[in-house]
DNA sequence: AGTCCGTTGAGCATGTTGCCCAGTTTTGGG
DNA sequence: CCCAAAACTGGGCAACATGCTCAACGGACT
């Protein structure tokens, strides 16, 4: 299931480095031939290789400029209902349950401190929720990256 | 600068959609010339709506299904250098500076347990590093969306 | 030997792209 | 209120990429 070749992972690379690249400038760039490229994409595609696109758009533009990550500790029993009125909040962009301490890793857009205040009070207000850890995100100090991954 | 009017928005909502739409479909989908269309995606892509496409890979298939985030603090004088070090490690693939008591909030990938205890001792290996708190992302309750935030 | 799989080169019809232009509508400032 | 700029529209066109098919070649495995 698991099985990528050194072509596919060399065909991922080269698409990370430039998606807008055309079949043709990808074969030639690889040295393989249009077909085998065009294949290779194919099975790549419905493998689900690729995620959705909404992860390609930048909130920032659309004036949600601040990210945060919001920990929130639940009543064990209550979890899935309260994940469900989390997902109700539009500026909930991901939610991660994670081990530790904290229960869920919830990720956010917002237009400004304020308006992450009111998110946040949103968030607490939901029965079940015992507990809120704000934290703004300053700045992307490493970029989102995946071709350190691809290029080993 | 963060302008976007109800047709880009629009544009991007339809985008998210289905990011594989052709211009024309995208045109007759809006009601509006391909002509325009066209227009309104090359300033979009212009003006940095487009992310990297590295974001819409999914890193599970390439061998590293677990995702965990892991908090460092360090010592303030050296978080430069300190983010210079955690860059070198390929399974780091996004990392933010927060508020709060923690200083960086560290995304990461990797095969499995072992492999996540690997890479959590390299970055308390790293001089500066005073203490780091690892989570493993159990799964991804709300998957990553930003429509809700387009269809407003 | 025989079979399967990936690759290659070729060809072809179709659709899309990128660009041009002129004319019309909408928008916003004076 | 009017004018000018900007946005939108419809049309057209050449170049190109796509999706598909086919036959042929090599390697791997039974």
Same mark, same amino acid.
């Given at each position: 299931m698991s099985g990528y070749d050194t072509v596919d992972r060399a065909l991922l690379a080269a698409l990370a480095r430039?998606? $807008?690249?055309?079949v043709v400038a990808l074969a030639e760039r690889l040295g393989l031939s249009r077909n085998t490229v065009q294949a290779r994409l194919a099975r790549l595609e419905t493998s689900g290789a690729f995620l959705s696109?909404? $992860?390609?758009?930048?909130?920032a533009p659309l004036g949600y400029p601040l990210e945060a990550y919001v920990s929130v500790h639940v009543r064990q029993r209550v979890l899935a209902e309260v994940v469900d009125e989390i997902a109700r909040i539009p500026e909930v962009i991901q939610a991660h349950g994670i081990t530790g301490s904290i229960d869920l890793l919830v990720r956010l857009v917002c237009r400004d401190a304020h308006d992450l205040f009111r998110i946040d009070r949103e968030i607490l207000a939901i029965?079940?929720?015992e507990r809120t850890e704000t934290s703004l995100a300053m700045g992307e100090l490493i970029p989102y990256r995946l071709l350190p991954l691809l290029e080993r």
């Open positions: 430039d998606p $807008r690249a055309t696109f909404e $992860r390609s758009i930048d909130p029965d079940g929720v």
